[in-house]
């Protein structure tokens, strides 16, 4: 079983609407939750970090639900410039183990 | 600020044949990571440095990739012989010693093996 699993979608979504995705992860002793976002043909860069708590940052909210396994990410208002591919990451306690998902394909369209 | 260099940007070799990859990370970040991004996947984490120690190299194919850090600063990637299954995307990155979750990548070398 994967560590991390996404919906690699694609999401198609009009300009201002609504968006979430779901990450899945498979070891309750994961520790830390991470978003990542990755452009066509770029490297990934860090978006936001997840806590407990939840976490907003302007337009987007990422919240953690520790009973079921999954982070979430949820989008408001969306831009163009928020097409890109969303990756969640899980951390493992032990050793640091930093695992990526595959994953969401996200087009904002006009 | 400088971002983590890696070089080549592309390769083209034929299975059997070797190749290495270069990075270069921030100044000062001790912890380097290499990690291999087939299309549509994420990026699957292959070796972690600490300076010059591994740290973790549970998903590196030993058989067929290397990879060091001799100084504790640049680092190589080596894959001999390679595989059709080896094309991908090889992204370096690197971070803070203890900020393992902000991971600064660099650009990654596409390499494509016919």
């Known amino acids: 079983r994967k560590e991390v699993e996404q919906d690699p979608g694609p999401f198609n979504v009009p300009e201002g609407a609504t968006v979430a995705f779901n990450c899945t992860y498979s070891?309750?002793?994961?520790?830390?939750f991470f978003w990542y976002r990755q452009d066509c043909r770029k490297e990934p860069k860090l978006l936001m970090s997840v806590y407990s708590s939840g976490n907003e940052d302007g337009r987007f909210t990422a919240q953690l639900n520790r009973a079921s396994q999954y982070i979430s990410l949820l989008i408001r208002d969306s831009k163009l410039s928020d097409s890109a591919t969303y990756l969640c990451?899980?951390?493992?306690?032990?050793?640091?183990?930093?695992?990526f998902g595959t994953g969401t394909s996200l087009t904002v369209i006009p | 600020e400088a971002g983590v260099a890696q070089s080549p940007r592309y390769k083209i070799i034929e299975k059997r044949q070797s190749v290495a990859f270069w990075c270069n990370p921030i100044s000062g970040h001790a912890t380097l990571y290499w990690y291999q991004q087939i299309l549509g996947q994420g990026p699957k984490l292959l070796i972690q440095f600490q300076n010059n120690g591994v740290v973790d190299d549970s998903q590196l194919p030993k058989d067929r990739f290397s990879a060091e850090r001799l100084k504790g600063v640049d680092s190589t990637l080596k894959i001999q012989p390679a595989k059709l299954e080896d094309s991908a995307v090889y992204l370096c990155?690197?971070?803070?010693?203890?900020?393992?979750?902000?991971?600064?990548f660099g650009p990654g070398t596409r390499l494509t093996v016919t």
């Open positions: 070891n309750s002793a994961s520790q830390s």
């Open positions: 990451v899980v951390v493992k306690n032990t050793g640091n183990q930093f695992y």
């Open positions: 990155a690197s971070s803070l010693a203890g900020q393992v979750y902000e991971q600064y």
